[in-house]
């Protein structure tokens, strides 16, 4: 199997002497292509760190985040923006939408920003697998939760990236929700290939995974 | 302190940068309600003193009041005083520009005006005289107190200065030389009430009576006017000589329409200000949902949200306040002494008064209550800013705000949306997403745009060539100066003047030939009667003539063109002689029932003769004086045709530019011979009518700055605002793709929407009032406002100002915003 993520020694700290924290220390993971890993840790284990610097959204103090044979930190800022809109697909624990736009405009952002034309077919494929076909022109101030996840969700696919990365998807939905927002997510990435990267401190939540790891004090125990 | 003071301390000092901008607009607030009321009662309190040192105390004057008018008018009890004036005579000196004035006073006048001696005492005798070394000089004669001095003179007969005599007089008083009268060579000598008596009959003493009235305590001056003219003409005086000495009752007695017109411009500052507070507290108000919403929470009541929204806004207030107020009365007082010392040249005896006054710091221009107004009606439009935001925030319940997601609640319903998204159309649902909060940014910033471009308007109109133009049409005019009623020199009548008319073709062609002169446009000029009635006026030096008949050559109609106001300048009466345009001030105050297309009969003065002719009046025109005079207009050739005089009054010189002073100066040379001519140059009109706008424009456009500071105040909030209050948003746009430059992009667009649609409500709104306030200023005849100028200098400026500002705060906004960590952005709802 071709390895789609991995990172190489990846090190960031916070503060220093006394009160430095260790948010990720010398941290070599490694995803392959389709894989479905769950990364699991309690709160202030680095996990989010260590998923902010796998999506390039924060630079490592040392060490290499390697995405599809590219070191995403020899990007320049505004090429990593280009690289996680073709590259990255994004879902996040309190969804971040943007509230002046309907379902469909949300989900057809990234492609947007990327000047990119819709592939409509695409796009309502992925609209009908997770259930929004009737709201596409509903505002998410007018979406449940667990709704307004699932926008999240088919975002991240639409603009087929090389890897979701899912950032406590359902940390802010109940536990109904929860499952089947998890159900969905984990059906859609089967059916278009893709590799997921979520990270959960719900050990139920984790078990759905192909692959869990472990974190603890920035670094991966298992 | 309790707990709610405390909070509200600490969310002062959190939200620092918001508050700084409120703080900002209320000391803006507070400074321009400090400084506003300052400079206008400042100025108006020193000029009021000064008023009071230098005009007589008398309410009025009644002029052309023979003997027992003037004699029932001081048995007369609703008169507190009556004194009288009479004009004697005039010391005759041969040359038409050197008068002396031989004025007799009455006690009460004498009492009133408050006239000094430089030495001596008033006369008494019929051959006492009170003279000024000047005049002694002008008149070629020379002597001090107690010396004797032949005089010729001319006594006044019913308006006619009679033939020149001698006689012996001694010198009395000295007074002092005003430097008006130097400069003008008019002299005001003294002579006694025996002399009058002595050289005019009884029966024929024509005074002018100055008079105070009785009861008049509390009334104002609007009241007092009013009285004084009713009384006048119970006596039967004509209108032109009923005289209210305006200064002195506007010095004395409250002036209802200045304290009007200042309240209405407070009203502006304070609305202004409200506008600015509210919509700062309104954009800010949406990121503080939360916060309100977890102190409800926590078991904060709707009264103390309310009091801790109100208490965060005057901790703003006290210290913007004060601050303003301070900086308020500096530049106030420091604009008075400016404008003081700036106002000499417009009255100079009444302006040296009042530097006088200023630097004896006898009167005080920072007062009390203008400081206490101004600290009440700045902590009322905090008060009234705060209002709505109190409300809201206390409506808050916990509920809401703990779900609270950014966005807003309840009404929105789904949107029809695009098909594909690219950076504009981002911005445009962004923008469409609150319209209200959009439409009342506009508003706000717009309507500081609107009173911009209203007094930019009122002051592009006001300008001094305009005024200039009022009375000089190109760069030169020579015209006849006609003396009246002087036996001495009956040449100097226009009738005679029509008769051996200096103004001849060959003077004409001297100065056509002079260098840098480019043209020479001739315009005419009589006396006149208009009438329903055929035949009314008899003979030609009757004083019954009603008016002045201009006649003007093809150009000069040409140029009348754009202010006919009715009726056409094409009329065939007007090319076949038979056809008038009459000015539209005249007709409506002397004959407000002729209309276009009335048939009249014209009399116009021919030497010593009269030539009437039947008219059509042809059209109506409302154009400036010095093109087309007061009263009647007809073509040249129509006039001339009429007359067998030289009725020649005019000639419009344009000369080449950079030679104005040279050919003024050799124009002069030219006709210092000709008594009865008399030049006049653009130059010295513009510099006078600079004079009486400098003030205003300084005013106005002091106004103007501290609008546009408002409304850069405003832009800024706004774009802050916008971006601050969706940081997590534009993270999480970031985060998912949003390069730097493309957040930039969206930026800048969403500030070219506000800057578009600030300048279209500015610019449209605005001129479309500023034209409206243009109409009003030409009917009221404000500052000689005749010609609309569109103010585009400042319409530019205003709207490269606002684009520039934009941009500017689109590139620090998005630079600080920069500063932040991609995850600092998205997480910041935490």
Redesign the interface.
């Known amino acids: 199997m071709e390895t789609i993520l991995k990172t190489v020694d990846l090190v960031k700290y916070y503060g220093d002497g006394e009160s430095q924290v260790r948010a990720i220390d010398h941290t070599s993971i490694q995803v392959e292509n389709g894989e479905f890993v769950a990364i699991v840790g309690r709160s202030g284990s680095g996990k989010s760190t260590l998923l902010?610097m796998l999506?390039g959204?924060?630079r490592p103090d040392s060490g290499e985040v390697i995405i599809g044979g590219e070191n995403i930190f020899s990007l320049k800022?505004?090429q990593l923006?280009?690289?996680?809109?073709?590259k990255?697909g994004?879902i996040?624990q309190?969804f971040?939408l943007?509230?002046?736009?309907?379902v469909?405009?949300n989900i057809?952002?990234?492609?947007?920003?990327?000047?990119k034309?819709?592939n409509?077919k695409f796009v309502l494929d992925i609209i009908d697998h997770i259930g929004l076909a009737e709201k596409l022109?509903?505002?998410?101030?007018?979406l449940s939760g667990g709704q307004k996840q699932r926008v999240a969700i088919a975002?991240a696919l639409a603009s087929r990236p090389a890897i979701i990365l899912a950032d406590e998807p359902t940390g802010n939905l109940d536990s109904k929700t929860e499952m089947e927002v998890i159900s969905i997510l984990k059906r859609c990435v089967r059916k278009y290939g893709q590799t997921l990267v979520m990270i959960t401190h719900d050990e139920t939540i984790a078990q759905m995974a192909d692959r869990v790891m472990i974190i603890e004090d920035g670094k991966v125990v298992r | 302190m309790n707990i709610i003071t405390t909070t509200a301390l600490a969310n002062f000092k959190k939200n620092k940068s918001r508050n700084i901008l409120i703080g900002i607009a209320i000391g803006l607030t507070a400074f321009l309600v400090t400084m506003l009321p300052t400079v206008v009662i400042g100025q108006i309190s020193v000029q009021f003193q000064a008023v009071n040192e230098v005009y007589p105390p008398v309410h009025g004057a009644y002029r052309d009041v023979d003997e027992k008018t003037a004699a029932k008018m001081r048995a007369d009890e609703s008169f507190a005083a009556v004194g009288l004036r009479e004009q004697a005579g005039r010391m005759y000196s041969g040359d038409k520009d050197v008068k002396g004035v031989m004025y007799a006073y009455d006690k009460t006048v004498l009492g009133l005006s408050g006239i000094k001696l430089k030495e001596g005492h008033f006369p008494k005798k019929a051959d006492e005289i009170v003279v000024s070394e000047g005049c002694l000089k002008a008149m070629g004669l020379s002597g001090g107190v107690g010396d004797r001095i032949r005089v010729p003179y001319q006594p006044s007969r019913e308006g006619r200065f009679l033939k020149a005599t001698e006689k012996e007089f001694t010198i009395t008083g000295m007074t002092e030389d005003t430097p008006e009268a130097l400069e003008k060579g008019v002299y005001e000598l003294i002579v006694s009430e025996a002399f009058a008596k002595e050289i005019i009959p009884e029966g024929e003493h024509i005074y002018t009576a100055y008079f105070q009235l009785k009861d008049i305590e509390g009334m104002v001056t609007e009241e007092i006017e009013d009285r004084i003219k009713r009384t006048g003409e119970q006596y039967g005086l004509a209108k032109e000589d009923i005289v209210e000495n305006a200064e002195y009752l506007a010095a004395n007695y409250v002036d209802v329409a200045l304290y009007t017109g200042l309240g209405l411009l407070l009203a502006v500052i304070v609305l202004a200000g409200i506008l600015t507070i509210y919509s700062i507290y309104y954009v800010s108000m949406l990121d503080k949902v939360k916060e309100y919403g977890r102190l409800r929470a926590i078991g904060a009541t709707k009264r103390q949200i309310r009091k801790l929204v109100f208490r965060e806004g005057f901790a703003v207030a006290a210290i913007a306040v004060p601050a303003g107020i301070i900086l308020g009365l500096i530049a106030g007082t420091g604009l008075v002494k400016a404008m003081i010392h700036a106002s000499i040249s417009s009255d100079r005896i009444l302006g040296e008064a009042m530097i006088t006054i200023l630097e004896s710091g006898e009167a005080k221009i920072v007062k009390w209550w203008i400081i206490l107004l101004a600290a009440a009606v700045s902590l009322l439009t905090v008060y009234v800013s705060l209002l709505r935001p109190m409300h809201k925030a206390s409506r808050i319940t916990a509920m809401e705000a703990l779900r609270y997601q950014g966005g807003r609640k309840g009404k929105e319903t789904a949107r029809k949306g695009y098909r594909e998204l690219n950076i504009p159309r981002l911005t445009a649902s962004n923008l469409g997403r609150n319209k209200k909060r959009t439409a009342v940014t506009i508003a706000s910033l717009g309507m500081t745009g609107v009173l911009f471009v209203v007094v930019a308007t009122c002051c592009g109109c006001m300008a001094a060539e305009d005024m200039a133009r009022e009375s000089i049409r190109k760069d030169i005019v020579v015209s006849i100066d006609i003396e009246q009623e002087d036996e001495m020199h009956p040449e100097w009548e226009l009738d005679a003047i029509q008769q051996d008319n200096p103004m001849t073709e060959e003077l004409k062609d001297e100065i056509k030939n002079i260098d840098g002169v480019t043209s020479v446009e001739t315009s005419l000029l009589t006396s006149g009667n208009i009438s329903e009635k055929q035949g009314e006026i008899k003979n030609a030096d009757s004083e019954e003539m009603n008016c002045d008949v201009k006649g003007l050559g093809a150009a000069a109609m040409k140029e009348l063109e754009p202010f006919i106001t009715d009726g056409s300048i094409d009329d065939p009466s007007l090319k076949d002689g038979t056809g008038i345009i009459f000015s539209k001030a005249s007709l409506q105050q002397d004959h407000p029932g002729w209309k276009v297309g009335d048939k009249l009969f014209l009399q116009v003065m021919d030497g010593k003769e009269i030539r009437e002719r039947k008219v059509t009046l042809a059209a109506v025109a409302n154009g400036p004086t010095s093109l087309m005079g007061y009263y009647v207009i007809m073509p040249e050739e129509a006039l001339r045709e009429m007359c067998s005089s030289d009725t020649t009054f005019f000639w419009d010189i344009s000369v080449e530019e950079g030679k104005e002073d040279a050919t003024a100066e050799r124009i002069g040379e030219l006709i210092a011979d000709e008594e009865v001519l008399e030049i006049g140059t653009f130059r010295e009109m513009y510099e006078e009518a600079e004079d009486t706008i400098r003030f205003m424009l300084v005013g106005c456009y002091g106004l103007l700055a501290v609008f546009g500071l408002i409304g850069i105040l405003n832009l800024i909030n706004t774009m802050i605002n916008s971006v601050y209050v969706r940081r997590k948003e534009l993270g999480m746009l970031q985060a998912i793709g949003m390069s730097g430059r493309q957040t930039m992009y969206m930026l800048q667009l969403e500030g070219i929407f506000y800057t578009a649609g600030t300048l279209a409500v500015s610019l449209g709104i605005g001129s479309i009032l500023g034209y409206g306030a243009f109409l009003w200023a030409k009917e009221e005849g404000i500052m000689s406002i005749k010609v609309y100028h569109y103010p585009a200098v400042p319409a530019v400026c205003l709207a490269g100002i606002v684009l520039a500002v934009q941009i500017l705060i689109t590139f620090f906004v998005n630079r600080s915003f920069k500063k932040l960590s991609l995850i600092d952005r998205i997480r910041f709802a935490e």
């Open positions: 902010h999506g959204l924060d800022d505004e923006a280009v690289f996680r809109r073709r990255i994004f996040f309190d971040n943007i509230p002046a736009l309907n469909w405009e057809v952002l990234p492609l947007g920003l990327d000047g034309k819709v409509q022109k509903a505002l998410p101030s007018q975002r």
